[in-house]
């Protein structure tokens, strides 16, 4: 009995270590939750070649990196998921890197079809040779970049200088919560999902519908036919926001070959200067960036079986007026942050967004938190910095739009003496 009961222990041992050694080769290197207002919309998690516990370390890497997203929220409209990256990418890399990937930041963004939902899994798996990216969804190829710079401007908007939260970020790098990790290994995508991208690819043909028509009484006659201005800016406002991540300097690894080419990919020029203001008032960063805002949408009717309406439509021109443009907004802002003394005083820090509408003309149409601090002294300076940059500039003509919103985030932190 006790031989029994000792090889059954052993079995039991074997599979469990069999279990473990099979969790630890599949789970990433860091997995965070982004959570807007209070509500958690997916789960991030970062592959990388080697472990790392700076983002420079991650930057210099190349090859064999990925990052994933495992939605969780019931709905995440494609349009917002572009919107999401896009307005971190055009505060958080330099012009040049930009203008570099323009066309590949197009060609990404424009591959998405419809909305994604609970369980589906965007992979973003950079090549082993670091020039370009394969990106998958739900398993199955959506789309392939060949640009050597990509990944690491995608990789910006989570690990960088100021990421959606400094939790977040330390998350990725190898701190976090072992709940979050279990949750991310178990997601798994619905049957029905499988096969999204090829609906995407090959929509089926719709029928036109030959049947001679009914007419209606004049009397009765009234029209159905939606408009773009029926669409209302209030009720999509909890569906636009980004946090945002200025990439740091990218560190030489000297034994690695560089990749070809690739085009730095550093902030822009004026997060050094706000750096100094910084230091000027005792505090090690204030990091302000805000996110792009409404990018043009089409209301074309999907063949798939409910229609999307949030859907990219980007150019190279479209992206770079709106990259332009919100780097304008970041500067007039952020020139306005004063550190409150009392706020400095107590030692209150804490990371903020706000998210901002803006009219045609630049007024301020609304203001919405989607991130406080918890002390009403710093959430209350960046409500006066946006009310004092206001009226900011008029939406450009090519926008096409008569709102914009950004969101700006910014992080309160003392200088450690």
Known sequence: MKRTVFRCSALIAALMLTLLTHRAAAAPDGVAPYIELQRELFL???YLAEPATSA???????GSRSMEIRFVADQMTAGKLSRLFLQSIAINNSVAAQRASGKSLATFFNAFKGSLRAGDILAISERTDGGGVNVYLNQQPLVNITDPNFFNLLLATWIGSVPPSREFKHALLGNSAPGDIVRYIQLSTAEDRLSLVEQWQNPAPVVANTAE????????????????AASSVASEQAERQLSIAAIPEPVADAAKPAPPTPVAANPLA???????EAVELGVASIASNPLLAEASQSMALSASPEPEEDLPDFSVQSLELLQDYTAQLVALTHAEIKYPRRAMKLQQTGSVRMAVVLGSKGAVLEVQPLLESGYKQLDDAVRRAIENAAPYPAIPAGLMTEHFEFVFPITFMLEHS
């Open 270 to 276: 004026i997060e050094s200067e706000l750096e100094d």
């Open 56 to 62: 420079q370390q991650a930057i210099a890497q190349y």
């Open 44 to 46: 991030a998690g970062l």
């Open 213 to 228: 028509p009914i007419q209606a009484p004049a009397q009765q006659s009234v029209s159905t036919v939606p408009t773009q």
